[in-house]
């Protein structure tokens, strides 16, 4: 049986060229849903936040909308529809992505394997940083946190101590004390959010996922599998997809203004609401009244704090003429 950790077992399992589930015809949306898929409501947030960026920077020439992690260009597809005309004639949208370019996506979207340099505008990762690969470990009997090793079926055992790195990451952001603790060891994710951040010339990043804070750091860790729409057990053979939650303090890059926030409070800034519709439109316009439940129905489904609701947003600005308006929007808090 071959051992290896978790972090090269994540990277060949996710993204290998021979089988890595994120190079799969399906694409994530065939194993599970994410706000994207859920609702074009999601998309139209992401485009009223470009245009206060949009303003914020003072509506350069050219303003970007990267899309890190882009699956098979959803969102981008869904923010090109939402925007207003003057705005789409100035956008210059990248899809971030190791997948083939998918058929039917607009002419003018970018598709690379790499973050674009020097660009201002947005960058955006929804769910992406929740699988950038990282290493596991765990308190043995002698109170010595240890790597977690994993073979190909998903069994796992217990490796060497810690590198000195990735002992001092935990220290700071993820103590632990008692035999059988976890920690997800964020480094690999810290490093992969200032690489991406570092692409802004000017702009604002933004990455949304499954996330905590030191003060709620989960014991035991949150690594898991989906496929085909249900949690299972996570095993590094390709056949699924593999996510632990984000240790969002750690990512934030030091030295930019960052805030964060729940995506309930972030998307019912952007004018996301579940408010159901008046009853009378029912009577005085039947199909508006469907239409407007509709799209409370997919808002409140976004919003729900125990479900896409409850995930995290960090944003952090790079060398902005101006504060965004996100300082104005009800619900974000200085990290």
Do not use: K
């Not at 002698?142 to 490796?159: F, I, M, T, W």
């Not at 989960?218 to 729409?229: C, E, K, Q, S």
């Amino acid at each position: 049986m071959s051992w290896m950790r978790w972090r090269p077992a994540m990277e060949q399992a996710l993204y290998g060229e021979d089988g890595g589930f994120y190079r799969r015809s399906e694409g994530p949306a065939g194993h599970f849903r994410t706000s994207v898929h859920a609702s074009p409501r999601y998309a139209g947030a992401v485009a009223r936040l470009l245009q206060e960026v949009d303003e914020a920077l003072r509506h350069p020439a050219e303003v970007a909308l990267v899309d890190v992690g882009a699956g098979r260009g959803e969102l981008l597809t869904g923010v090109l529809a939402a925007v207003p005309r003057a705005l789409a004639e100035r956008l210059r949208p990248y899809a971030v992505e190791i997948a083939d370019r998918p058929a039917g996506l607009p002419e003018s979207v970018v598709w690379t394997d790499r973050v674009p340099q020097g660009v201002n505008g947005l960058l955006f990762a929804n769910e992406w940083l929740d699988n950038v690969p990282l290493d596991l470990a765990e308190v043995d009997g002698d109170g010595v946190l240890r790597y977690v090793e994993v073979a190909p079926d998903g069994e796992e055992r217990l490796g060497g101590p810690l590198a000195e790195a990735d002992a001092g990451w935990a220290a700071r952001w993820w103590p632990t004390g008692e035999p059988g603790e976890r920690v997800e060891l964020g480094g690999t994710r810290d490093a992969a959010w200032a690489a991406a951040v570092g692409g802004l010339a000017s702009g604002l990043a933004v990455a949304v996922d499954y996330a905590h804070l030191r003060a709620g750091r989960p014991v035991f860790g949150t690594l898991t599998g989906f496929r085909a729409g249900r949690e299972v057990r996570p095993v590094p053979d390709g056949s699924c997809d593999i996510t632990a939650h984000v240790a969002l303090d750690a990512v934030a890059v030091p030295g930019l203004h960052s805030l964060w926030t729940t995506q309930r409070d972030a998307l019912r800034a952007l004018g996301v609401s579940g408010t159901r519709p008046p009853l009378a439109l029912a009577a005085s316009d039947p199909t508006e009244y469907l239409r407007a439940l509709s799209g409370a129905g997919e808002a409140a489904e976004l919003t729900d704090p125990a479900g896409l609701g409850g995930f995290g947003w960090l944003a952090q600005a790079v060398r902005m003429p101006e504060p965004v308006g996100l300082a104005r929007l009800a619900g974000w808090r200085t990290l």
